[in-house]
């Protein structure tokens, strides 16, 4: 089995979706015999942000510049990691109440018609929906349904639409709220998500 592991945080060793990530494979990896983990830090490396000279490309111009073709060889890597993947851990900060920039340049590299999703007459298909996504979510404050922030967030459910919207309808969320309310709520926080990714089940729950 296939673990694509994705981090997007840019606080380093400071990050707590950092630590709740690397919890979640740790737990996976103690639990699936032979798991083959890839591990990219797309904050470290990010991809670039999507061009006109992108989009060109993509219908068959030839790029014009060696950046614009490496770029494009990063896009084809990322997606043929996530395509190849049979578990997607990812973790996602909330910053400015959405996801960072670089894990947005990364999902417009994997969501490609054709690849993760198809048009049809009865609307759009998910192809993506045999594989299991965890996601390890940090925000500073409470965005709760009955939080009076609540309509401010626009992390979880946006990812829940994205991967929904290639098939992944059941995404489990691991996630550390408040987390600059103060020390004792930042600690409080990380203690139960970590203990939530340390009882990560083998195989993904049914939707």
Do not use: C
């Amino acid at each position: 089995m296939k673990l694509l592991h994705i981090d997007a945080s840019i606080l380093g060793g400071n990050s707590v979706s950092r630590q709740l990530s690397a919890a979640a494979v740790e737990r996976l990896r103690k639990t699936i015999p032979d798991l083959d983990v890839t591990y990219r830090d797309i904050s470290a490396t990010p991809l670039s942000h999507l061009t006109g000279e992108h989009l060109a490309a993509a219908h068959g111009a030839t790029p014009e510049t060696p950046a614009v073709r490496d770029d494009l060889a990063a896009s084809a890597a990322a997606l043929e990691d996530f395509l190849a993947a049979d578990v997607i851990v990812i973790g996602a900060p909330m910053y400015n109440f959405t996801i960072p920039s670089q894990l947005k340049a990364w999902i417009d590299r994997i969501l490609v018609a054709g690849k993760t999703f198809k048009y049809s007459e009865k609307g759009v298909e998910g192809l993506a929906g045999n594989k299991r996504v965890i996601v390890a979510v940090s925000r500073g404050g409470f965005y709760g349904a009955d939080t009076p922030a609540a309509a401010g967030e626009h992390l979880e459910t946006y990812l829940r639409w994205v991967f929904g919207f290639i098939g992944i309808t059941n995404v489990e969320i691991i996630a550390a709220d408040g987390v600059q309310v103060g020390p004792e709520q930042r600690e409080k926080a990380l203690a139960g998500a970590l203990a939530a990714a340390g009882a990560l089940q083998t195989a993904q729950k049914a939707a």
